[in-house]
Structures are given as structure tokens and as C-alpha cells.
């Protein structure tokens, strides 16, 4: 099954939030949240989280990687819930103590508020992205005990970022993988999400699919249940591929130019793709990190060949 909705995919987990940006959230007796969504959807997510656990408070949040849509509602949960227990990765933490990359986030997420006040939806959080402290750095492939009876396992699965962790909880056969596979989109596309190294997320996928998943939590708009879970493992693996293929045949016509190369892959991906859909600086962003990355691989293995 892929579900496109918000609310309650199995007993005790749930997609917090509009289902193109969520929040994940494990019930139990130390309920878990992963990831922190966009900055001014905070209290929407704070609303929701509260229907789910009534009195009870979220006891961790686990951050896959340090995108604005990923963990722009952090610090509100932070303030919602003082006692919350923030996790991520030593690379997320790194990231997030550089001025430079908390301005790109606060920039970034005020063009999503701009974009969601467009599209008519309220009520938003308007104040600005805040950094945050990490209580726990997660050691990859180390399981750990946030609850009894109830482990999960951090998993390095490189290719979108170099910080990206996914969360493996066994007993439940839930794997929380977001932008680690594509992403997809409202139209049905996919979306492949490398940004720093194509053959890592390769690994990446490769790693995921041994695990075998019943549930598989995309990074937006969709949850993938029992067979669509793996079909969707395997079809991120072809989206990749297509994308790199398609890449490479736009940077040969175009001799290595990464603006003209960028400007054709954004109109057979993003142009016509209705709304809602990724914000177009951060697609752009995106978009040439892809491309640059492809470009260098392409050198490197044209260089390989010469030896």
C-alpha cells in the first residue's frame, strides 16, 4: 500500500503533519518522533502530537539529516517539551554549529512560509528557524533501547547527505529511510535524492533492501506498506539510475555547463509539477548539487579510463 495521508499507518505509528512534509511519530511507553519538518508548520505538529499522546510527552526525536525540512520545528518541540531528548548523527551536529548553514536553513525556511501562506495554509509559526543541541549522537549500526521490548538501530546511509541516518526499529519492521530512497511526488514521480555521492546512495539502497521492510517512510508525501515497501527500494534504484543517465546525456550536449545542464533537468522534473511541491530555490539547490556531483563523476571516471 502507499499512503499518501496523514494520521495512523499501524498500531502506534503515525505521519504528523501535511504528508508532503511529516513528522514521524512511534506511541509507546517513551513515544519516539523523527524528524522536525518546516519551521512555521510547528504548531501544527505540536497540535497533532498532543491529540496522539494526550497528557503524555515525547520522550526522544530522532533526526535523520540536517536539511530546513528536516528539522525545522526542532527547537519548538525543544521548547514544547523541555525534557525531549534530541538524537542525530556527529556530522548533523557539526553542520548545525556553522553560521553559515543555520542562515541557508533560516533562509530557506522563510521561503517555505512564503510558499504555505500562499497556498492558504494556517495557521503558521512565523518566527524564524533556531539551531539546536544534540542530546544523543548516534553510532551507526550500535542498537540502542530508547523503551523496553522496543530497539532501534541507527543506520549510515550516505548519497543524499554525508550526515544521514536511517532508524531501524526490528520488532516492528519499521524503517524510517526518508530522502535515503526517492522521494515520491504528489504526481507520482520520483524523485532520486543523492546529493553528495550517486554509488553511496547506491549502498545505501542496497543496505536498506536487505533489511527487508513491511514499512518504509519516504522523506515527503508518502509511507510504502508490505510489497510496495521493497517495490519502492527497487524503484528508487531505477529512478536513480534514469536520472544519472539522463544527466549525463544533458552534460555532454552541453559540454560540462552545470547552469544549462541544471535549467533542462528543471523542466523535465519540476516545471509542470503542481503544487505542492519542493520549494524552487531549494530545488535549484538541489538540483545542481545532483548535477555538479554527476559532472565529477563523470571526470573522474573519464580520468579512471586514461590510466
Not at 500562499?118 to 553510532?139: A, R, W
Request: net charge negative.
Amino acid at each position: 500500500m502507499i499512503i499518501k495521508e496523514n494520521g495512523k499507518i499501524s498500531d502506534g505509528f503515525y505521519v504528523i503533519g501535511p504528508a508532503a512534509i511529516p513528522v514521524y511519530l512511534l506511541d509507546g511507553p517513551a513515544p519516539i518522533l523523527f524528524d522536525g519538518g518546516f519551521t512555521a508548520l510547528a504548531h501544527l505538529y505540536e497540535t497533532q502530537i498532543k491529540e496522539v499522546l494526550g497528557d503524555r510527552k515525547p520522550a526522544y526525536l530522532f533526526i535523520t539529516h540536517s536539511h530546513f525540512d528536516h528539522i525545522g520545528a526542532v527547537s519548538h518541540f525543544k521548547q514544547v517539551w523541555p525534557e525531549l531528548k534530541i538524537g542525530g548523527s556527529v556530522r548533523c551536529q557539526e553542520i548545525l554549529a556553522k553560521q553559515s548553514a543555520v542562515q541557508l536553513m533560516k533562509d530557506l525556511n522563510f521561503e517555505g512560509t512564503k510558499n504555505l501562506k500562499e497556498m492558504g495554509v494556517h495557521p503558521l509559526n512565523e518566527k524564524s528557524f533556531e539551531p539546536f543541541d544534540m542530546d544523543i549522537l548516534i553510532q551507526p549500526e550500535k542498537m540502542i533501547e530508547p523503551s523496553p521490548h522496543l530497539s532501534l538501530m541507527g543506520l549510515s546511509t550516505p548519497g543524499h547527505t554525508w550526515d544521514f541516518i536511517s532508524y531501524w526499529i526490528p520488532e516492528r519492521k519499521i524503517l524510517i529511510a526518508s530522502e535515503a530512497v526517492a522521494c515520491y511526488q504528489n504526481d507520482g514521480y520520483l524523485q532520486t535524492e543523492f546529493l553528495v555521492d550517486f554509488d553511496a546512495n547506491l549502498e545505501s539502497l542496497k543496505k536498506i533492501k536487505d533489511l527487508e521492510p513491511i514499512v518504509l517512510c519516504g522523506g515527503h508525501h508518502a509511507v510504502f506498506t508490505d510489497e510496495d515497501a521493497m517495490q519502492h527500494i527497487s524503484a528508487s534504484v531505477e529512478a536513480a539510475n534514469h536520472y544519472l543517465t539522463m544527466t549525463e546525456e544533458f552534460l555532454g550536449e552541453e559540454k560540462g555547463d552545470i547552469n544549462r545542464s541544471v535549467s533542462r533537468v528543471k523542466a523535465v522534473e519540476w516545471d509542470n509539477r503542481p503544487w505542492p511541491k519542493q520549494p524552487e530555490s531549494a530545488y535549484l539547490l538541489n538540483t545542481r548539487q545532483r548535477v555538479k556531483t554527476i559532472w565529477a563523476r563523470m571526470n573522474k571516471h573519464r580520468n579512471y579510463k586514461k590510466c
